[in-house]
């Protein structure tokens, strides 16, 4: 069981670029989520899904988009990287319970 | 507006003493509330949780208590272990959707330093 993985783990973007950051579980989780965390904050919620084909916004979905076409797979989407989405990114998942994090995506947008 | 806030950014305690970590809320729509311990360079991990109909929850060395008048938990690790030392987050949810769903509201973080 490799739980919840994430792909790439450093990224360095330039303004304008646009990139896909790749989650993927193996744990049969409905729910998965995008998390943010900027440097002494907390997490805050980006999107999130309750299962395949449905997706919704969280706290923060300005300059993101999602797409749930399986059960395993939540990419999140940066269309046109601005500095202020420098952060790391955290995905996850869960039956209902707690949910269970990835290690992360550091980005950085120069 | 911080509906989960931990005011104190960091706590350090002697290797066996008591740690207490602290969390204030102020949406009282939140009903089911989460602990999580996070190390460098790692995503958070579950710890323990409490539901609303509850006021304490114990797990091992780590208790939960909730005091919903005071829209405030806390975190008791009972004795604190020098691999204890990490951020702790708090977290809530307000469970809308009948139990099945989790989007939490974090609070900005405490750093325990367990001293040896």
């Known amino acids: 069981n490799a739980g919840v993985t994430q792909t790439p783990k450093f990224r360095i973007l330039k303004i304008g670029q646009s990139m896909t950051l790749q989650c993927t579980q193996d744990?049969?989780?409905?729910?998965m989520y995008w998390y943010r965390q900027d440097p002494g904050m907390g997490l805050k919620l980006i999107y999130y899904s309750v299962g395949a084909g449905i997706t919704d916004k969280g706290e923060v979905p300005n300059g993101y988009n999602v797409s749930r076409s399986t059960t395993e797979d939540f990419p999140l989407r940066l269309e046109l990287a601005a500095p202020s989405q420098t952060s790391v990114y955290f995905c996850?998942?869960?039956?209902?319970?707690?949910?269970?994090f990835g290690p992360g995506t550091r980005l950085t947008v120069l | 507006d911080q509906q989960v806030k931990q005011n104190s950014p960091s706590l350090s305690v002697q290797e066996g003493r008591i740690s207490i970590l602290n969390c204030d809320y102020t949406?009282?729509?939140?009903?089911?509330f989460l602990w999580y311990k996070k190390y460098p360079a790692e995503g958070p991990t579950f710890l323990i949780s409490i539901s609303s109909i509850k006021d304490k929850n114990e797990d091992g060395r780590f208790t939960v208590f909730l005091n919903k008048s005071a829209k405030h938990l806390s975190l008791h690790i009972v004795p604190s272990q020098p691999g204890d030392s990490a951020v702790y987050f708090c977290a809530a949810s307000a469970d809308r959707s009948g139990g099945s769903n989790y989007k939490l509201t974090f609070g900005k973080g405490t750093l325990l330093t367990v001293n040896p």
């Open positions: 949406n009282s729509m939140f009903d089911y």
């Open positions: 744990m049969n989780h409905n729910y």
């Open positions: 996850a998942s869960s039956y209902g319970g707690a949910g269970f």
